[in-house]
């Protein structure tokens, strides 16, 4: 069974600060992490993906996560956060095992705020 | 390109009644996913098919809700007498079996069951 975990459900930081968003996998096999934003009433949008390549991964509006096996993590940073990037954000781990359905299992999110 | 698209995108019933949803995915992306997501929570994975078929259900799926996808294309999810509890997002996600993990995402349809 998979899990994630997203430490904080609530993180406010102020335009221009860094921006870091924590997620911890629980997986039996090697994942695929994801992360996504989802802005109110929308869909989720697709931030970056680690597919085991590199393990620090470059996504778009600036974001990037690195993979850290060791500590089952795939945090979420951008260096210098802007006002657009108030959302709520999603880390996901699929199972990529022969057969698998490959669903996504999400964290419960992150409400991120960005402050004047 | 256009991407995956929902219908309706809010729905109010009254309890008992039945509603059908619908999402036409990417073309040609011959998986297609149902999750739901109630309110400060993550989505969790409903049922999934690939191409006609539908080859997994989550236990969230009771005997009240049914999915088809009949040509491979678009596909529905249908809710029998509709409970307070079934109030949620129901969004719906596609991708390409043979080279993609991530799924794309529709703007889902918001219920609201009173």
């Known amino acids: 069974a998979q899990s994630v975990t997203q430490l904080g459900s609530h993180v406010s930081v102020s335009e221009g600060a860094l921006v870091l968003l924590r997620c911890n996998y629980s997986?039996?096999?090697?994942?695929?992490l994801f992360w996504y934003v989802q802005y109110p009433n929308q869909g989720l949008q697709l931030l970056l993906k680690y597919t085991s390549a590199a393990t620090l991964v470059k996504g778009i509006n600036g974001f990037e996560a690195e993979f850290k096996k060791s500590e089952t993590s795939f945090h979420l940073t951008k260096p210098s956060a802007h006002m657009s990037d108030a959302a709520e954000y999603f880390c996901a781990v699929t199972d990529i095992s022969s057969g698998s359905a490959r669903q996504l299992t999400f964290g419960s999110g992150t409400q991120l705020t960005v402050l004047p | 390109d256009t991407g995956v698209s929902q219908d309706p995108r809010h729905k109010i019933t009254k309890r008992g009644q039945n509603v059908t949803f619908r999402c036409d995915p990417i073309?040609?992306?011959?998986?297609l996913y149902w999750y739901r997501q109630t309110l400060g929570q993550g989505p969790e994975f409903l049922t999934y098919f690939q191409n006609e078929a539908q080859l997994e259900k989550s236990r969230l799926l009771s005997d009240r809700f049914s999915a088809e996808r009949p040509k491979g294309s678009f596909s529905t999810l249908e809710i029998q007498r509709t409970e307070q509890g079934d109030s949620a997002m129901y969004l719906c996600?596609?991708?390409?079996?043979?080279?993609?993990?991530?799924?794309?995402f529709g703007p889902g349809t918001r219920l609201t069951v009173t």
């Open positions: 996600a596609s991708n390409i079996a043979e080279w993609s993990y991530e799924q794309y």
């Open positions: 073309s040609e992306h011959n998986r």
């Open positions: 997986s039996s096999v090697p994942p695929y």
